[in-house]
């Protein structure tokens, strides 16, 4: 029996991770964390009936309090209910699924406590991946990658640690403007960036997935994984998301990780390295497949990827200033507050505009999110 903490268990990855946990028999949760759907929470907890259920919302954690008042669950809030959810004695792995910078502390903290990490918070890395690389590698604990790309590399790279990589591919399906030319993403609004052509995904990464900041963010995130420097990553668009990424070895032999757009994959993947279990679901069949295509991508239009690879070269505290600004402008966008291309242009803004550091401390980063938030109200 595993038994698994779930930070951001009421979003796209915490409820697939569930359905995966349904799925198989040996799976215990002990603790699941939200940030305020305390009714699909509640329905998590009574199913599944975890020791400890964190709301990060204080009042909607004192209404969940309320309505758990029948059983033995204990309720808790803020980022001391996130760490504490994280760190579960009985915890063997942490899967971190929450969205934003939140994620950072609460994986420190259970890395500190010897937790293994299924990683899908993309933030976590992207900020401050010269803190947790270092500190995992000093308490021997595994960061097993969730994302369905990093995943592939991951898969790519199993039995491989001795070979040299050459490079990196990176794989995007382009989202539903692919082809898309400048003027035309003037006019994008919220339901049309909101409908991606292949992944059922949160709302926030669905835009960034539309805008190819989200691959920005992967290509950070795929640095600090997998040590390659930011030259030895490429990104190529490959529309049908059959091919998940791709790995070239120095003798010229790729390897890919090829399946159905399937979350369940890679988190069930990463819940049980390194051994595969059945996966109920969609296979592909070569025999009616008509095309697997691969295309360059866009940086002109999608500014959103080429501003990652220039805050990820530039490093320090970069990564974060264009994480938060993402943030920030995405929700004014989802808003009705701002166009689509303003995002961009927002992102700009904070780059030229907050300080730079060099060697951030965790204070440091938490500091730099805020400034830009600050900057850019």
């Known amino acids: 029996m595993k038994n698994i903490a779930i930070l951001g268990s009421t979003g796209s990855i915490g409820t697939q991770t569930l359905e995966v946990v349904r799925e198989n028999g040996d799976l215990r949760v002990v603790s699941?964390?939200?940030?305020?759907?305390?009714?699909?929470?509640?329905?998590?907890?009574?199913?599944?009936?975890?020791g400890l259920v964190c709301v990060y919302d204080g009042k909607k954690a004192e209404e969940l309090k309320e309505r758990l008042r029948d059983t033995d669950i204990r309720v808790v809030t803020g980022m001391s209910g996130l760490i504490e959810?994280?760190?579960?004695?009985?915890?063997?792995?942490?899967?971190?699924?929450v969205v934003g910078m939140i994620g950072i502390q609460p994986t420190i903290e259970a890395i500190k406590a010897g937790k293994d990490i299924a990683l899908a918070n993309k933030e976590t890395l992207v900020c401050a991946g010269h803190i947790i690389i270092p500190l995992a590698k000093e308490k021997g604990v595994q960061l097993l990658p969730v994302d369905s790309e990093h995943s592939a590399i991951f898969q790519c790279l199993h039995g491989e640690r001795e070979n040299r990589v050459t490079r990196i591919l990176l794989t995007a399906s382009g989202g539903p403007f692919r082809g898309f030319t400048k003027a035309q993403l003037e006019n994008v609004k919220p339901e049309d960036a909101l409908k991606h052509p292949n992944w059922a995904m949160?709302?926030?990464?669905?835009?960034?997935?539309?805008t190819m900041v989200n691959k920005g963010l992967e290509v950070m995130e795929a640095k600090w994984l997998f040590d390659v420097d930011y030259d030895d990553i490429e990104v190529v668009i490959q529309p049908q998301s059959i091919i998940h990424s791709m790995v070239e070895f120095e003798d010229g032999a790729v390897k890919a990780q090829l399946g159905t757009p399937d979350m369940k994959l890679p988190i069930q993947y990463a819940l049980y390295y390194p051994e595969r279990r059945f996966l109920p679901g969609k296979r592909l069949d070569f025999k009616t497949m008509t095309a697997i295509t691969v295309e360059s991508p866009d940086t002109e239009v999608f500014e959103g990827l080429k501003l990652a690879y220039?805050?990820?070269?530039?490093?320090?505290?970069?990564?974060?200033?264009?994480?938060?600004?993402?943030?920030?402008?995405?929700?004014?966008?989802?808003?009705?507050?701002?166009?689509?291309?303003?995002?961009?242009?927002?992102?700009?803004k904070a780059y030229d505009t907050v300080p730079f550091i060099e060697d951030p401390t965790l204070e440091e980063i938490l500091e730099t999110e805020q400034k830009t938030y600050e900057v850019l109200s």
Do not use: H, W
């Open 310 to 348: 220039e805050a990820g070269r530039r490093g320090g505290n970069a990564p974060t200033v264009f994480n938060a600004a993402n943030e920030f402008a995405v929700q004014k966008f989802l808003d009705r507050e701002i166009g689509y291309t303003d995002i961009y242009r927002l992102i700009k």
């Open 32 to 50: 699941l964390a939200a940030l305020k759907n305390i009714d699909l929470l509640e329905q998590q907890a009574r199913e599944f009936k975890p």
């Open 202 to 210: 949160g709302r926030k990464i669905t835009i960034d997935s539309s």
């Open 85 to 97: 959810a994280a760190c579960v004695p009985e915890a063997d792995i942490m899967l971190g699924a």
